[in-house]
């Protein structure tokens, strides 16, 4: 199909043109052409990068997760500065827990590492061999199972409907 | 520019000034690499975006434009910084700790720092 050829993969081309639209912070008709021209070549020369195309089956709960994540890292960012600003060095107990995942896609995994570590307080360090386990530093808890239980029902649960 | 959009940037730049102060200062006092890679995810969440916000308030009042540069700046970091805090984790992990010190993976395989992935294992 002359179509799939021409654009491997639409949602790159979409996500490159919306960029260079955003990087020269006009929206003309040669910046348009100019992105359009940008979101074919680059895809084209870059495909065999892209092995897997991920598939998104929700894009409403992509905003939705984008949401939640924003509120999470304003509330954890204030909960850290606290331990950091008040907590005697000695009591902080920080905690290696590991985190065990069901989603499989490469790209949900990766969104899920992300997430975690830009939710401040929580860093992930690395995962198991088979990628079915996720291993979480946690800054200060006393309840790491708490800590395992609202990673997989807050951002786990919500990537398995965006990505599988 | 009116009286109280100028205080609300002020707001979001002081709010941006005391997390980033507070992740300089987690630098300082946590002590060791693990617990001070902590640190920096605030300066990077909270303390850029405060400045961040109060820049797009500050271009919609002056010029009337939406600048979207400050969402694409917000884009690069969200995609770069888990980064960097991932590969410095694994780096402390394989120059620091041992196998026995990690709470064990509960599957099948261990962690990858230390172990093969399933296809480079022989007979598997």
Redo the contacts between chains.
Sequence with gaps: MILKRLIPHPLLSVTLVL?W???V?TVSLGNLILGTALGLIIPAITAPYWPNRPTIRRPLKVAEYFLVVLWD??VA?VE??LI??FKP?KN?A?K???V?IELKSPEAITVL??TI?????T???????????I?V?C?HTDDPDGVRDSIKSRYERRLMEIFE | MPLYVEILISVFLVISG??GF?GS??LI???DS??R???P??AT??GV?GVLIASMIYFIAKTGHI???E??IT?FL??T???T??FI??AY?ARNMREGE????????????Y????ESRPGS
């Design positions: 960029v639209l955003g990087l912070n890292i304003v960012n850290v500065a950091i600003l060095e902080i920080s290696w827990i590991p065990p590492a992300g570590t830009m939710t401040p307080g860093v992930s360090a690395t995962l198991s061999a088979d990628a079915s386990v291993l530093h800054l | 005391v997390f507070v200062y987690g006092k946590l002590k693990v617990q890679l902590h640190a995810t605030k969440t909270l975006g600048s979207i540069h969402l694409l884009l969200f995609l910084a888990p980064i805090a991932n984790a694994k992990i990690l709470p064990s993976s509960g599957g099948r395989y261990g962690w990858a720092v172990d093969d992935p399933p």
